[in-house]
């Protein structure tokens, strides 16, 4: 598996698709790894070459020391697209990934193509619940939190009717480094884009899950209408999106990257 250097770390990454394609990056959520993004690969291949990587502290990527920001894991993709050689890229983030390109498309809109906001919003929680989440995973490790976050990541119908797929995504969330997971929690804590997004001027889409509890659709309606010339699509799903409505979610990206 292929590692990109950075100044102070090293990404695993991943190509899929045609080396000719517009080149499509899929950033991962919080307490997930680029995996998250296999079911997607079947859909997009054919027509763009597929670029995932384990943000920092996730994965098989560095856990270097935290606490991080999203300034920081926006810059870690700058530095994956300069060792790739990658003028420009199509974003696709979700949650935390989500948050990565805002600050990317704010800051480096030359990078971006078009950016695809998923299951994300401009802030994300409270300082204590953040808090409260650190503290847990701190005295009690990764399996301390699972079982709360996989209830807000699936629905109980898509819980009940495809266990090996929610098994699959808690596999990933219990085996994230903890040191890595709490550094990140403390991004998302302190990310607060809201008085930013205005500062967006690339093509977006933004995807809501119908039943997210994270990042429900008031808070995509507000990317929608706060980002220039923004589009807005829902799913019927909940945080994560892209697994749990695969087909309605791919249909959706697919469609805005097209256009």
Same mark, same amino acid.
């Given at each position: 598996?292929?590692?990109?250097?950075?100044?102070?770390?090293?990404l695993?990454?991943?190509?899929?698709?045609?080396?000719?394609?517009?080149?499509?990056?899929?950033?991962?959520?919080?307490?997930?790894?680029f995996?998250?993004?296999?079911?997607?690969?079947?859909?997009?291949?054919?027509?763009f070459?597929?670029?995932?990587?384990?943000?920092?502290?996730?994965?098989?990527?560095?856990? $270097?020391? &935290?606490?991080?920001?999203?300034? /920081? =894991?926006?810059?870690?993709v700058?530095?994956?697209?300069?060792? +790739?050689? *990658?003028?420009?890229?199509h974003?696709?983030g979700? $949650?935390? &990934?989500?948050?990565?390109?805002? /600050? =990317?498309?704010?800051?480096?809109?030359?990078?971006?193509?078009? +950016?695809? *906001?998923?299951?994300?919003?401009?802030?994300i929680?409270?300082?204590?619940?953040w808090?409260?989440r650190?503290?847990?995973?701190?005295k009690?490790?990764?399996?301390?939190?699972?079982?709360a976050v996989?209830?807000?990541?699936?629905?109980?119908?898509?819980?009940?009717?495809?266990?090996?797929?929610?098994?699959?995504?808690?596999?990933?969330l219990?085996?994230?480094n903890?040191?890595?997971?709490?550094?990140?929690?403390?991004?998302?804590?302190?990310?607060?884009?809201r008085?930013?997004l205005?500062?967006i001027?690339?093509?977006?889409?933004?995807?809501s899950?119908?039943?997210d509890?994270?990042?429900?659709?008031?808070?995509g309606?507000?990317?929608?209408?706060?980002?220039?010339?923004?589009?807005?699509?829902?799913?019927?799903a909940?945080?994560?999106?892209?697994?749990?409505?695969?087909?309605?979610?791919?249909?959706?990206?697919?469609?805005?990257?097209?256009?």
């Amino acid at each position: 598996m292929p590692f990109a250097k950075l100044p102070d770390a090293q990404l695993r990454y991943q190509f899929d698709g045609p080396a000719q394609a517009p080149a499509l990056l899929f950033s991962n959520s919080l307490g997930t790894n680029f995996h998250m993004w296999d079911a997607q690969l079947s859909d997009f291949t054919q027509q763009f070459r597929i670029l995932r990587y384990d943000t920092r502290g996730h994965g098989e990527s560095t856990v $270097s020391p &935290g606490p991080y920001n999203i300034a /920081q =894991l926006s810059r870690d993709v700058v530095h994956l697209l300069d060792v +790739l050689s *990658l003028d420009r890229v199509h974003f696709c983030g979700l $949650s935390m &990934g989500g948050m990565t390109g805002m /600050q =990317l498309a704010s800051h480096l809109p030359t990078r971006v193509h078009k +950016l695809v *906001l998923c299951s994300t919003a401009a802030k994300i929680g409270t300082p204590d619940t953040w808090n409260a989440r650190i503290e847990a995973v701190q005295k009690g490790g990764m399996k301390s939190v699972a079982a709360a976050v996989i209830e807000r990541w699936f629905t109980p119908s898509f819980r009940s009717a495809h266990p090996d797929q929610v098994s699959v995504a808690q596999q990933m969330l219990e085996t994230t480094n903890p040191d890595g997971y709490i550094a990140s929690c403390a991004a998302v804590r302190d990310f607060d884009f809201r008085q930013n997004l205005s500062s967006i001027k690339v093509p977006t889409l933004v995807v809501s899950g119908t039943h997210d509890p994270v990042a429900p659709p008031a808070d995509g309606h507000f990317l929608q209408k706060s980002i220039p010339g923004a589009v807005y699509a829902e799913v019927p799903a909940s945080h994560i999106s892209n697994i749990e409505a695969r087909s309605d979610f791919s249909q959706a990206v697919l469609s805005f990257l097209r256009s």
